[in-house]
């Protein structure tokens, strides 16, 4: 056996132990990101039909100062797009198209913070887990070689407290897991609303003004309209 194999050798037989404690710090900040982003989503939860029913009038009449004042108002993500769009509503729709636009990936950035934590998380704490499992074995098996006689009881022992890092790996994994997923689903929902505020916009700037529709047309020659 050369040097670098007994080096890596009594690095094993410590055993999983500190596997544990990485996986039980690596949960702790998990459910932390876990909490953080709850609130973030609760704090600006968005009453979507309560506010579209408001922000319609408002726009079918283009009062802007009402409009702007709503979305003040409200403390959820979605508004903010279209607040953006309306502080460019005189340079025309091209602006406040773009003005939405860089707000959605704003607030897109905003939402996806930490996510890809939980993401890396849920894929890779069963891979930590089976790696403290394997040194836990290589250590049961190194003590059954210096056990003289009846080590089987003791190495089966020590085989099932290997397999513990695994099964704390897979508690890990699951629910970053299935936090991720939920999260990345609630930052589609956010920004297809705030898209969906802005087609409003967008789709009332392009129809005719009241009295542009009553405006007489021109008399063409010989009197006729």
């Known amino acids: 056996m050369d040097a670098l194999t007994k080096t890596l050798l009594q690095v094993s037989l410590g055993g999983s132990a500190w596997v544990l404690l ?14 953080e982003r709850g609130w973030l989503y609760f704090r600006h939860r968005f009453p979507e039909h309560h506010f579209v029913a408001e922000l319609k009038p408002l726009l079918r009449e283009r009062n802007w100062p009402q409009v702007i004042a709503l ?11 279209l607040l953006a769009g309306l502080r460019h509503i005189a340079q025309g729709k091209e602006a406040v198209q773009e003005a939405m636009e860089g707000e959605r990936v704003h607030i897109g950035l905003l939402l996806e913070k ?13 891979f930590i887990g089976l790696f403290g499992t394997v040194l836990g074995i290589i250590h049961a098996f190194k003590d059954l070689a210096l056990t003289e006689g009846g ?8 085989i099932a407290e290997a397999l513990v890092a695994t099964a704390v790996g897979l508690l890990v994994a699951i629910p970053a897991v299935v936090m991720y997923n939920f999260f990345h689903r609630r930052l589609h929902v956010v920004l297809e609303r705030s898209r969906g505020l802005g087609q409003l916009l967008l789709a009332q700037m392009s129809e005719p003004t009241v009295s542009e529709t009553s405006r007489p047309l021109p008399r063409q020659a010989g009197g006729q309209t």
Do not use: D, H
Request: glycine letters at 14%; one cysteine or more.
């Open 71 to 81: 979305c003040r108002e409200s403390k959820a993500l979605e508004p903010q797009v």
């Open 114 to 126: 930490r996510l890809s934590f939980l993401g890396t998380l849920g894929a890779n704490a069963p």
């Open 151 to 158: 080590g089987g009881p003791a190495v089966m022992a020590g």
């Open 22 to 35: 990485l996986l039980l710090g690596l949960s702790v900040a998990s459910v932390a990101v876990m909490i």
